[in-house]
């Protein structure tokens, strides 16, 4: 059975770091898990503590590619505070590009379950289904922290830098401190 392993395009340098938003070249193709659990918390950490002191981050995102593989194995994020030295923000991670229940073949970006996860249905857009299974693509807003199906017209009117693809079950969305839009979703 085929499992999409919910691929996004993933921003080396996130929203809140730069004001780009199409940029090809700050664009990978990364995992939902490479973007929510690994890139995402030091990301917030940076824009926090930029936000918060004003001072200066020396960052840079690398993405790892083996050989002539077309999807990077991870991406390195560098950083370190100017003013401080160090103090504030101090970071050198390596960020896996991996996705739990999915074997991915790096070299061709060919992915399959590895059998862990089980699909019962192919996921129709738009329904609201309580299946905990069914991977569904939501919308979120990273600035509210609420997710809305596609269609939902709260999307039609959010800015483009609160604007996040997520492809995964309700329950997942929610596990992300993300709750659903009433009007669109509903309890
Ligand atoms: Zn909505």
Redesign the pocket.
Known sequence: MILSMGNIYCHLIGYQLSAENANERNLITGTRYLNIQGMLPFENLTADYVRETNNHVLYRVTPIFEKDYLLALGVQMEALSVEDNGDGIKYNVFCYNIQPGVVIDYSTGDNRSDGSITVKAAPTQGTTAHNETVATTYILNTHTK?F??PS????KKMKDKNKCEFTGSREEAIAQGYSP?????GK
């Open positions: 609420k809305h199906i939902c017209s709260s999307v839009c009433q009007r669109c979703i």
